[in-house]
């Protein structure tokens, strides 16, 4: 979902007020910052991918000279608020992380 020119502003509002760096890790330049969209990463877990499964919105902060792009959580932001559906969805996905937490682990090279 693409911001609007209000969610723009409490975007750049939000990082001045948080004094959120404008330099860039991987260029290493103050270029300016572009914004970009309200976006959701899938979350695999053993077995693949579980679509209905919790997801947290998170907004694209994009270099405007390398193009590395940086993700920040939506809700704390202003830009996304959580409604029906979702906070069930959200529920279920805490329930089922929990869950997964108390499941032995090992890590494979």
């Given at each position: 979902?693409?911001?609007?020119q209000?969610q723009?502003?409490?975007?750049?509002?939000?990082?001045?007020?948080?004094?959120?760096?404008?330099q860039?890790?991987?260029?290493?330049?103050?270029?300016?910052?572009?914004?970009?969209?309200?976006?959701?990463a899938?979350?695999?877990?053993p077995?693949?991918?579980?679509?209905?499964?919790?997801?947290?919105?998170?907004?694209?902060?994009?270099?405007d000279?390398?193009?590395?792009?940086?993700?920040?959580?939506?809700?704390?932001?202003?830009?996304?608020?959580?409604?029906?559906q979702d906070?069930?969805?959200?529920?279920?996905?805490?329930?089922?992380?929990?869950?997964?937490?108390?499941k032995?682990?090992t890590?494979?090279?």
């Amino acid at each position: 979902m693409a911001l609007d020119q209000a969610q723009q502003r409490l975007l750049i509002e939000w990082m001045e007020r948080k004094k959120i760096s404008t330099q860039c890790p991987a260029c290493d330049t103050s270029h300016d910052w572009l914004p970009g969209d309200i976006v959701a990463a899938p979350v695999f877990k053993p077995g693949g991918l579980h679509l209905g499964s919790d997801l947290t919105p998170m907004v694209e902060i994009i270099c405007d000279n390398c193009g590395y792009v940086r993700f920040f959580a939506a809700a704390p932001i202003g830009l996304y608020e959580k409604r029906g559906q979702d906070e069930r969805c959200e529920d279920r996905g805490r329930a089922q992380r929990k869950a997964d937490r108390d499941k032995p682990f090992t890590i494979s090279a």
